[in-house]
């Protein structure tokens, strides 16, 4: 076990022993010796750890005499040594990224790429408070970039977001269930992103069509490309896995309108079936050898030092009802979208085309 946090893990277990009374004030802590034997560690280790007791107000430590219990601390933030046991491991790990060759900025695009892969499923549609702003569709990195950082030019506001694919977000919208959808449905026959879906599914209705950026899309593989994927057509070879998004999102439209422009039958694909909701899960089944190729952002692959072969270049879009597009945090979003820090953002991610960011489009 690493002693450089086992002291945390033994102050925890105190500490859990003085609030639950195991320990009263005025008590005795067990020597130092005898903690040391039944963590199977160094003195030292357990010296760090009642330091940590001390400096929380539960223990008094005196050189030459056994540490006394001075009172529980209950009320104190809840969990602060297992705090602590986090934040220490973080920093452990972003010390070993960086001596391994990578910069901070690389670290946080990794946490935030294995935090988007896990939000899908752990946050609720529900609206959390009359300062949030719930988001369901596409999956994005740039969104998921500036959920996080919401609040720097909204100041007071907070944007959750639920990945469902491009059509259940438009579907969420329609219901009430969300304030914004993001979507980048391409319609064939106008060669169009998004309008003629809205149009569809609000006959009627004011829609605001905000730009979030146009995103190169393309297939990702593994450095080299050793399978030699070039096009759609390569799919279909036997010896080729492939690793799909799910039904409804915006790469899925793409790819079966790709395939139905090549006659080729999906059935035949291996791997057309398994599917995945990011294009960070996409890019890590390449990444991990478990697939062959995906269909993913560029920047996806970036993150997961995959290469890349373009095949097109998309619109996506935020889509917002009109009573929403006038709300402040909106606004504040649609002016920071138009600013050189969102093109700053942009840019370190890769892929991305700013030059439309922030425009609007009205469909009614």
């Known amino acids: 076990m690493d002693e450089d946090y086992l002291y945390l893990r033994i102050a925890e277990s105190i500490r859990r022993d003085i609030n639950n009374g195991n320990y009263k004030p005025g008590d005795p802590l067990p020597s130092i010796r005898s903690i040391a034997d039944t963590w199977n560690c160094t003195n030292g280790t357990v010296q760090r750890a009642l330091r940590e007791l001390e400096a929380a107000g539960l223990v008094s430590t005196h050189v030459g005499k056994r540490t006394l219990v001075i009172g529980a601390n209950p009320l104190a933030p809840e969990d602060s040594l297992q705090r602590a046991n986090l934040i220490h491991r973080a920093e452990t790990f972003l010390l070993e990224s960086m001596t391994a060759g990578y910069t901070q900025l690389d670290v946080e695009d990794a946490f935030r790429v294995a935090f988007n892969r896990w939000r899908s499923a752990i ?6 408070s009359a ?17 996080t950082h919401f609040g720097e030019f909204a100041p007071g506001y907070a944007l959750k977001l639920n990945f469902t694919g491009s059509l259940s977000g438009l579907s969420s ?3 009430g269930e969300t304030d914004i959808a993001g979507a980048h449905l391409l319609d064939e026959p106008t060669a169009t992103y998004n309008i003629p879906f809205v149009q569809k599914m609000f006959p009627g209705e004011k829609i605001a069509l905000i730009t ?16 030699q994927i070039r096009g759609i057509e390569d799919l279909a070879r036997p010896e080729v896995r492939f690793i799909n998004r799910q039904e409804g999102s915006g790469t899925r439209v793409f790819l079966d309108a790709q395939l139905g422009k090549k006659n080729i039958d999906p059935t035949g694909i291996a791997g057309y079936f398994t599917e995945r909701s990011t294009h960070s899960e996409v890019a890590a089944e390449v990444a991990q050898s478990r697939s062959d190729t995906g269909i993913g952002l560029e920047a996806a692959a970036k993150t997961y030092g995959l290469d890349f072969i373009l095949l097109t270049t998309e619109r996506y879009d935020l889509v917002v009802k009109e009573s929403t597009f006038q709300l402040a945090p909106v606004q504040q979003m649609i002016h920071w979208l138009k600013g ?20 609007i489009r009205w469909v009614s």
């Open 173 to 175: 919208l329609q219901k």
């Open 340 to 359: 050189d820090d969102f093109r700053v953002v942009l840019n370190r991610l890769g892929g991305y085309d700013s030059n439309e960011s922030g425009s």
């Open 123 to 128: 946050q609720p549609q529900t609206r959390f």
């Open 131 to 147: 300062n949030t702003l719930r988001f369901s569709g596409s999956h994005d990195l740039a969104l998921a970039w500036m959920a």
């Open 212 to 227: 979030l950026a146009h995103r190169r899309l393309g297939f990702m593989v593994k450095p080299g490309n050793p399978k």
